[in-house]
C-alpha cells in the first residue's frame, strides 16, 4: 500500500559573504523530528492555515493565480510561499516581510511571537492579519521538486524555494525540531558532506551542487527566475533491492523505467 503523500516547502535562505561568494543556512534536525541528525534546510508540511484566503491577502505582489501558474498546478500555490515564510519564522527566526513593517525592526517583540506561535499561542495568519505584514513572496523563487520514493513510510511532495535575505542577516535554530544552525559556502556545505562531517540526504545535496555553480546569491535567484513558469520538473528517486542492498534510481538514468 502506498503511502499518502503530503504536500510541504523547503526554504534555502541565501545571503552574501563579507570575503565574497555567497552563503546558505543549514539547520540539523533533531533525532526526534523526521529526517532526524540529518542536515537540512528550514521547511515543513503545508498547514491548512497555509491555503487560508486572508493570509494570501498579505503576500505582497503576487496572487494565487500566478504562484499556481508558476508551480503548474490549478490552485493555491500560493500556499506553498506562505509555507516556506512561516516555517522560516518558526523553525529560525526570519521574518521574510517587508521591513516598512514596524514589527521587522523589533526583534524582541518577534522573539515573543515566534515563542507564541511555536507553542501554538496564536497563529501565522494571527501575526500576519494582527501587525499587518506584507509577506515577501517575490522575494522567493521555486528551485526544485523532489518527491519522496514509495518505499518510505512518510512521503512528501515538496517545493524547494530560493530566498534572498541581506548579508547582515541573522537566524538561529529552536531548540526543539532543530539542534543547530548556521550559514555556509555551498562549496563548504560539499566538503563537509564528503569528509563525513554533514550527513544529508539525496535532495539536499542535489540541490546545494546546483547552487556550488553560481558565484553570487543574485545569479543563483535570477537563474531559477527566469526559468518561467512550470519549468521545473518533479524528481521521484526510485528503489529496488539487489542482493540484499537498495539501489537507487532518479529520473533519466538508464534502468529507470524499468523499477
Given at each position: 500500500m502506498?503511502?499518502?503523500i503530503k504536500p510541504a516547502a523547503t526554504v534555502i535562505l541565501m545571503r552574501e559573504a563579507r570575503e565574497g561568494d555567497f552563503e546558505i543556512f543549514m539547520v540539523k534536525r533533531s533525532s526526534r523530528s523526521p529526517f532526524g541528525s540529518l542536515y537540512v534546510f528550514p521547511g515543513g508540511k503545508l498547514d491548512p492555515e497555509d491555503y487560508e484566503y486572508d493570509i494570501y491577502q498579505c503576500c505582497e505582489g503576487m496572487e494565487d493565480a500566478e504562484a499556481s501558474k508558476r508551480l503548474g498546478i490549478e490552485n493555491n500555490g500560493l500556499a506553498f510561499?506562505?509555507?516556506?515564510?512561516?516555517?522560516?519564522?518558526?523553525?529560525?527566526?526570519?521574518?521574510?516581510?517587508?521591513?516598512?513593517?514596524?514589527?521587522i525592526q523589533d526583534a524582541e517583540k518577534l522573539s515573543k511571537l515566534r515563542k507564541k506561535l511555536n507553542k501554538n499561542d496564536i497563529t501565522f495568519k494571527d501575526l500576519c492579519v494582527l501587525e499587518s505584514l506584507s509577506l515577501k513572496v517575490k522575494n522567493i523563487v521555486p528551485c526544485a521538486h523532489w518527491i519522496t520514493p514509495t518505499i518510505e513510510p512518510k512521503r512528501f511532495d515538496t517545493r524547494f524555494f530560493l530566498a534572498k535575505v541581506d548579508a547582515e542577516q541573522l537566524a538561529s535554530h529552536d531548540g526543539f525540531e532543530l539542534t543547530?544552525?548556521?550559514?555556509?559556502?555551498?562549496?563548504?556545505?560539499?566538503?563537509?558532506?564528503?569528509?563525513?562531517?554533514?550527513?544529508?540526504?539525496?535532495?539536499?545535496?542535489?540541490?546545494?551542487?546546483?547552487?556550488?555553480?553560481?558565484?553570487?546569491?543574485?545569479?543563483?535567484?535570477?537563474?531559477?527566475?527566469?526559468?518561467?513558469?512550470?519549468?521545473?520538473?518533479?524528481?521521484?528517486?526510485?528503489f529496488i533491492k539487489r542482493d540484499g542492498k537498495w539501489v537507487g534510481f532518479l529520473p533519466g538514468e538508464e534502468g529507470y523505467e524499468n523499477v
Amino acid at each position: 500500500m502506498t503511502s499518502p503523500i503530503k504536500p510541504a516547502a523547503t526554504v534555502i535562505l541565501m545571503r552574501e559573504a563579507r570575503e565574497g561568494d555567497f552563503e546558505i543556512f543549514m539547520v540539523k534536525r533533531s533525532s526526534r523530528s523526521p529526517f532526524g541528525s540529518l542536515y537540512v534546510f528550514p521547511g515543513g508540511k503545508l498547514d491548512p492555515e497555509d491555503y487560508e484566503y486572508d493570509i494570501y491577502q498579505c503576500c505582497e505582489g503576487m496572487e494565487d493565480a500566478e504562484a499556481s501558474k508558476r508551480l503548474g498546478i490549478e490552485n493555491n500555490g500560493l500556499a506553498f510561499w506562505v509555507a516556506c515564510i512561516r516555517e522560516c519564522f518558526e523553525e529560525v527566526g526570519v521574518l521574510l516581510a517587508n521591513s516598512e513593517n514596524s514589527i521587522i525592526q523589533d526583534a524582541e517583540k518577534l522573539s515573543k511571537l515566534r515563542k507564541k506561535l511555536n507553542k501554538n499561542d496564536i497563529t501565522f495568519k494571527d501575526l500576519c492579519v494582527l501587525e499587518s505584514l506584507s509577506l515577501k513572496v517575490k522575494n522567493i523563487v521555486p528551485c526544485a521538486h523532489w518527491i519522496t520514493p514509495t518505499i518510505e513510510p512518510k512521503r512528501f511532495d515538496t517545493r524547494f524555494f530560493l530566498a534572498k535575505v541581506d548579508a547582515e542577516q541573522l537566524a538561529s535554530h529552536d531548540g526543539f525540531e532543530l539542534t543547530e544552525s548556521f550559514w555556509i559556502k555551498p562549496s563548504k556545505a560539499l566538503n563537509k558532506l564528503k569528509n563525513g562531517e554533514m550527513n544529508m540526504i539525496l535532495p539536499t545535496i542535489k540541490n546545494i551542487e546546483k547552487l556550488a555553480e553560481f558565484s553570487s546569491s543574485t545569479e543563483a535567484f535570477s537563474y531559477f527566475n527566469d526559468l518561467g513558469d512550470n519549468a521545473i520538473s518533479p524528481i521521484l528517486p526510485k528503489f529496488i533491492k539487489r542482493d540484499g542492498k537498495w539501489v537507487g534510481f532518479l529520473p533519466g538514468e538508464e534502468g529507470y523505467e524499468n523499477v
